[in-house]
Protein backbone atom coordinates (compact mmCIF):
# COMPACT_ATOMS: atom_id res chain seq x y z
CA UNK A 1 0.00 0.00 0.00
CA UNK A 2 1.55 3.38 -0.77
CA UNK A 3 2.44 5.73 1.95
CA UNK A 4 0.81 9.43 2.20
CA UNK A 5 -2.16 8.99 -0.09
CA UNK A 6 -4.88 7.95 2.78
CA UNK A 7 -6.53 10.48 4.92
CA UNK A 8 -5.91 10.44 7.96
CA UNK A 9 -8.90 12.69 9.44
CA UNK A 10 -11.48 9.08 9.89
CA UNK A 11 -13.95 10.22 12.85
CA UNK A 12 -17.53 9.20 13.33
CA UNK A 13 -19.87 10.87 10.89
CA UNK A 14 -24.02 10.72 10.93
CA UNK A 15 -25.23 10.08 7.46
CA UNK A 16 -29.00 10.49 7.69
CA UNK A 17 -31.17 9.29 4.72
CA UNK A 18 -34.29 12.40 4.67
CA UNK A 19 -36.86 9.65 2.57
CA UNK A 20 -36.88 7.87 5.69
CA UNK A 21 -35.40 9.55 8.91
CA UNK A 22 -33.21 6.79 9.59
CA UNK A 23 -29.65 7.07 10.24
CA UNK A 24 -25.99 5.50 10.10
CA UNK A 25 -23.37 6.38 12.42
CA UNK A 26 -19.74 5.32 10.83
CA UNK A 27 -16.34 6.73 10.30
CA UNK A 28 -15.75 8.62 7.38
CA UNK A 29 -13.77 11.90 6.21
CA UNK A 30 -16.86 13.36 4.89
CA UNK A 31 -16.58 17.52 5.19
CA UNK A 32 -20.03 18.44 7.22
CA UNK A 33 -21.20 22.22 7.85
CA UNK A 34 -24.25 20.38 10.57
CA UNK A 35 -23.76 18.48 13.55
CA UNK A 36 -26.42 16.13 14.88
CA UNK A 37 -26.61 15.11 18.72
CA UNK A 38 -27.52 11.08 18.63
CA UNK A 39 -27.41 9.60 22.53
CA UNK A 40 -26.28 12.71 24.21
CA UNK A 41 -23.07 12.64 21.57
CA UNK A 42 -22.85 15.34 18.99
CA UNK A 43 -21.59 14.51 15.56
CA UNK A 44 -21.32 15.72 11.94
CA UNK A 45 -24.03 14.89 9.81
CA UNK A 46 -24.38 14.21 6.19
CA UNK A 47 -27.84 14.06 4.47
CA UNK A 48 -28.28 11.49 1.62
CA UNK A 49 -31.77 11.51 -0.32
CA UNK A 50 -31.89 7.43 -0.48
CA UNK A 51 -29.75 4.73 1.09
CA UNK A 52 -30.24 0.92 1.69
CA UNK A 53 -33.08 1.64 4.40
CA UNK A 54 -35.26 3.32 1.73
CA UNK A 55 -33.61 1.81 -1.92
CA UNK A 56 -36.52 -0.18 -3.48
CA UNK A 57 -33.91 -2.66 -4.27
CA UNK A 58 -33.12 -3.67 -0.62
CA UNK A 59 -36.48 -3.11 0.59
CA UNK A 60 -38.45 -5.32 -1.96
CA UNK A 61 -41.15 -1.85 -1.85
CA UNK A 62 -41.11 0.47 -4.57
CA UNK A 63 -41.75 3.84 -3.90
CA UNK A 64 -41.71 6.83 -5.73
CA UNK A 65 -38.84 9.06 -4.25
CA UNK A 66 -38.94 12.41 -5.41
CA UNK A 67 -37.67 15.12 -3.36
CA UNK A 68 -37.08 17.98 -6.12
CA UNK A 69 -40.57 17.28 -8.01
CA UNK A 70 -38.72 16.28 -11.30
CA UNK A 71 -41.75 13.76 -11.38
CA UNK A 72 -44.09 16.46 -11.28
CA UNK A 73 -42.18 19.06 -13.52
CA UNK A 74 -41.67 16.01 -16.46
CA UNK A 75 -45.80 15.18 -16.19
CA UNK A 76 -46.83 18.27 -16.46
CA UNK A 77 -44.62 19.04 -19.67
CA UNK A 78 -45.90 15.61 -21.41
CA UNK A 79 -49.43 15.17 -19.93
CA UNK A 80 -50.53 16.33 -23.88
CA UNK A 81 -47.89 14.71 -25.61
CA UNK A 82 -48.87 11.83 -27.85
CA UNK A 83 -46.82 8.84 -29.77
CA UNK A 84 -45.94 9.25 -33.11
CA UNK A 85 -47.86 7.75 -36.03
CA UNK A 86 -46.65 4.18 -37.27
CA UNK A 87 -45.55 4.25 -40.51
Known amino acids: MKKGIHPENYRPVVFKDLSDE???ITKSTVNTRETIT???VEYPLYK????SSSHPFYTGKMKLVDTAGRVDKFM???KNHRPAPQA
Open 22 to 24: SIV
Open 38 to 40: VDG
Open 48 to 51: VEIS
Open 76 to 78: SRY
